[in-house]
């Protein structure tokens, strides 16, 4: 059987592009620009070769999808820390790709001690995009009380107002972050690794593919330049009971957003941000904005982060199905950003609707693998679907390359379905239209100056999205 | 397509279920002829109710069975239960402390991940908490009683291991580590790992000397830890106390003919005590074990109230012991044919089998699929005249009775009883 090996998109890729060159692969097309996921060597014609998000490699290589896998350690880690049994074997540390985890408080506080937490009988609130590290890392704390919020990114957005300590990435010896951060412990240093299934490294001859990686080191790599100290220096927001706090989306999200706001009458500034601030100000009094993942909004209106904020009705989907009983709610379809969800399978799988589906799973008694970002809505979806034997895999992104030797379903979003029919793939059901909304919280009993506020942000958008 | 169980859990099939009540019942009956009073805690609790004490060591509270419940969007996390005595110690303190002594007693599953897979993941305990009481009589107690369970469960060649939680904390004190470096040996030897006081002892000579004959010897009278003593009372005066405590419980146990084997270094999994620890052993198989928690109710936010206990487990219990026969009533099953879609016969026959059962038969009225092997008497009913044949396993017909009275002193006959 070929040899399958998973390599990163993202921040490893053009090390990764370059330490495979150097070892003579002679890859087809790696690059930040490629259009397909599935590579070519010229040096091993006979290698499966697959592009995935780097934090979904650990878990591929650890199911069996892949022998070979390389992406971060911080990765590896994130997955072995909860589940120590799947660890894959870490064959070599490559050598690039440096960086550290750090437990980071803002500045503007007074940093605590590490003692200190330990011994606070108030809830310590860890975010991060590495949640079971982060967990690990409270109980080796002997925290005698914590919550983790699992993010999408942004973590340094969060602390102080809405989360004590933020687990990030940073360079090997950073001693400050975006947004005002600043480290208390570093949790662990990282760099890229090469690593392999547990049972392929014990059962499969993968020696000649190893060999060309054995002795390839790539030159070491000036640190990059600090953080902009424009984005250092912040001023931490101050609120009280009247002041409504807003969320807004970072990423592609933010152009189409900027264009509703401005219609609605509200100014932003540095938004979006070219040094990184997530804090933007605004001409609305009373009223402070955050800049964070549209994924994480849901989360945060439910915990009180925010009053309001601006998201996919899909995001809000997945949310509402992991915590039913959560009060966020839609307020105002704002009409942006319109994709459907849907569900879809191969070309060649014989079935054109979810009901074909499920009787052509329940025929061949196959467990069903279902990848989707979404994966709250994707386990409902299969639940309600009776798909019988099904298992939720959750990825971040690029889910489309997935199928076949990785899944059976997705779950995906989509706007024209030209990405899926390009990877030869075809649409079986839609489960819902998603556009982004203004979202709050049910049941909350307002103040009249606050109620106020946000009435008039509910009114200037509801007006502006009337005209789009 | 055929389903199969969860790796890590253990179907208890009829035969093993006759295991789990025998164990079952005479705990039970010996908890409540001791003048204990059942409790039961939720299988679920928050994850803080474990990490809130600080007792429960980062390798255990790894190996819990962790979610996000569907409201959990605060992030905080609610666990399989991994372990009974705290939760029984939060219901004391929610529902009963207002009583100055509290004797309880449970019997529950917990659930602790194991890798392999080999192991059960779900464990039954059966468990006693004895919580107000401070004195070393309270501790003989929970010693005798769960060892009155074994041997009404026909363990009576069980091996009992001391140690003392206070002497081992005052051990790591002894060797001069950091504050730090204490949590972390501690953290290592609560996960089981006591070779790690060895390896220590290598690195501190002038304590090796000391601590040897702690460590590695193992005594059998309360004159072995009256020999320590003498020859701490000056090194390591932080001893003595802890000393003095065990002497008192070794003293008690001697003059009641209880056999043990004083082990410092078999004090392992003892995250919460502060005092005695006990472990009963059959052979290599570790049936239970329990000890002295004096600082776990301060720690949860109740009052400064002193507390022990034991659990025994199931799980192992059910594989060592002997089950006894069936005794001879049980053991004559009957079953009464019948009609099943004529109502009168259906009647007459559940009115007989209502009295044989009262009268301590095993009494089953016909279904379909029928193993007729399993019975010893097959009665057949005449709802007209409500005469009863009575059928041996065979099926050779024996005789013909006109009542109730009759019946019950054919089959009691036959039975011997």
């Not at chain 1, 400050?176 to 490294?201: C, E, M």
């Not at chain 2, 928050?46 to 190996?63: A, N, V, W």
Request: proline share 5%; charged share 25%; net charge neutral.
């Amino acid at each position: 059987m070929a040899v399958r090996i998973a390599l990163p998109k993202g921040k490893l890729l053009n090390d990764t592009a370059a330490f495979l060159e150097k070892a003579g692969w002679q890859l087809n097309d790696y690059s930040q620009s490629m259009r397909n996921y599935r590579l070519k060597s010229a040096r091993f014609p006979d290698l499966l070769i697959k592009v995935l998000q780097e934090k979904d490699i650990p878990i591929q290589v650890a199911i069996g999808n892949y022998d070979l896998g390389i992406c971060g350690l911080e990765w590896i880690k994130e997955l072995t820390s909860k589940y120590a049994a799947a660890a894959p074997v870490r064959i070599r540390n490559l050598g690039y790709g440096k960086g550290a985890l750090y437990a980071a408080a803002s500045s503007a506080a007074e940093i605590p001690s590490l003692e200190s937490l330990a011994q606070s009988p108030e809830i310590v609130r860890i975010v991060s995009e590495y949640p079971n590290i982060a967990e690990s890392f409270a109980l080796n704390l002997r925290l005698r009380r914590f919550g983790v919020y699992p993010v999408w990114g942004a973590a340094e957005a969060y602390p102080p107002e809405n989360a004590t300590l933020a687990l990030v990435a940073g360079g090997v010896d950073e001693k400050t972050f975006n947004n005002g951060l600043k480290p208390v412990k570093k949790v662990l240093n990282f760099s890229a690794y090469l690593i392999a299934n547990r049972t392929s490294w014990q059962q499969k001859d993968l020696s000649e593919v190893m060999a060309t990686l054995e002795n390839v080191q790539l030159e070491e790599k000036e640190t990059p330049p600090a953080q902009p100290p424009a984005a250092i220096h912040f001023i931490p927001q101050v609120t009280d009971k009247y002041t409504v706090r807003l969320a807004l989306p970072d990423g592609h999200q933010q152009k189409h957003t900027v264009q509703l706001l401005n219609k609605a009458g509200i100014q932003v500034g540095d938004y979006p941000s070219p040094a990184g601030n997530r804090r933007p100000t605004t001409n609305l009094e009373g009223v402070v904005i955050k800049v964070i993942r549209p994924q994480d909004m849901p989360l945060q209106v439910a915990n009180d982060s925010f009053d309001l904020a601006i998201t996919g009705i899909d995001w809000v989907t997945d949310h509402l199905d992991a915590f039913p009983s959560s009060p966020v709610q839609p307020l105002v379809n704002l009409k942006l950003g319109w994709v459907k969800i849907v569900a879809v399978v191969g070309n060649d799988v014989p079935a054109n609707n979810i009901y074909d589906y499920q009787q052509f799973c329940n025929k061949n008694a196959a467990s069903i693998r279902v990848a989707s970002e979404y994966v709250n809505i994707a386990d409902k979806y299969a639940r309600d679907n009776r798909l019988g034997m099904y298992r939720v895999l959750p990825t971040w992104g690029a889910t489309e390359a997935f199928i076949p030797e990785d899944a059976d379903l997705l779950i995906e979003n989509t706007e024209t379905g030209s990405t899926i029919a390009r990877h030869n793939l075809k649409i079986i059901d839609t489960l819902f239209e998603s556009t982004a909304h203004l979202i709050g919280a049910k049941s909350k009993d307002y103040s009249g100056v606050k109620k106020a506020r946000i009435d008039n942000i509910v009114k200037l958008l509801s007006k502006a999205a009337a005209g789009t | 397509m055929r389903v199969q169980k969860c790796k890590g859990t253990c179907d208890l099939a009829t035969a093993q279920m006759r295991r789990f009540r025998l164990i079952e019942d005479c705990f039970r009956d010996s908890c409540v002829k001791w003048g204990y009073q059942e409790v039961r805690t939720p299988t679920i609790e928050y994850l803080h109710l474990f990490t809130s004490t600080g007792t429960l060591t980062p390798g255990t509270l790894g190996k819990v069975y962790s979610f996000l419940d569907w409201d959990g969007w605060s992030g905080e996390r609610v666990v399989l239960r991994p372990e009974g005595t705290i939760p029984a110690v939060r219901l004391y303190i929610d529902e009963l402390a207002d009583k100055s002594l509290a004797r309880l007693f449970y019997v529950i599953n917990t659930f602790i991940f194991e890798e392999t897979g080999k192991e059960n993941r779900e464990k039954w305990q059966c468990g006693v908490e004895l919580i107000g009481a401070d004195s070393i009589s309270a501790d003989v107690e929970l010693i005798t009683l769960s060892l009155e369970v074994l041997k009404k469960l026909g363990m009576e060649n069980v091996e009992l291991k001391l140690s003392h939680a206070g002497l081992i904390r005052a051990l790591l004190t002894g060797f001069g580590l950091s504050p730090e470096e204490q949590g972390k040996v501690f953290d290592r030897i609560l996960d089981g790992d006591v070779a790690v006081l060895t390896r220590l002892k290598e690195e501190t000579p002038e304590l090796a000397r000391l601590l040897t004959p702690v460590l590695d010897m193992k005594g059998e009278t309360p004159g072995f830890l009256r020999n320590l003593k003498t020859m701490f009372s000056s090194s390591l005066p932080e001893f003595i106390p802890a000393l003095d405590n065990f002497i008192g419980l070794v003293d008690m146990l001697t003059a009641m003919g209880i056999k043990y084997q004083i082990d410092i270094a078999s004090g392992r999994g003892f995250e919460y005590y502060t005092g005695m620890i006990f472990q009963i052993y059959s052979g290599d198989a570790k049936l239970g074990g329990g000890g002295r928690y004096d600082a776990l109710i301060p720690l949860m936010g109740g009052q400064d109230t002193p507390a022990s206990g034991f659990a025994l487990q199931m799980n192992t219990l059910m594989n060592e012991i002997e089950l006894p026969q069936f005794s001879e009533k049980q053991a004559n099953k009957i079953l009464i044919n019948m009609k099943q879609d004529r109502a009168d016969q259906v009647k007459s026959a559940h009115r007989i089998a209502e009295n044989l059962r009262a009268a301590g038969f095993i009494v089953s009225t016909q279904v379909d699929n029928e193993n007729r092997d399993e019975f010893k008497w097959i009665l057949d009913v005449n709802d007209k005249t409500q005469e009863v044949i009575v059928f041996d396993q065979a099926g050779e017909r024996k005789q013909t009775v006109q009542t109730i009275g009759e019946l019950l002193k054919l089959l009691g006959g036959k039975s011997g009883s």
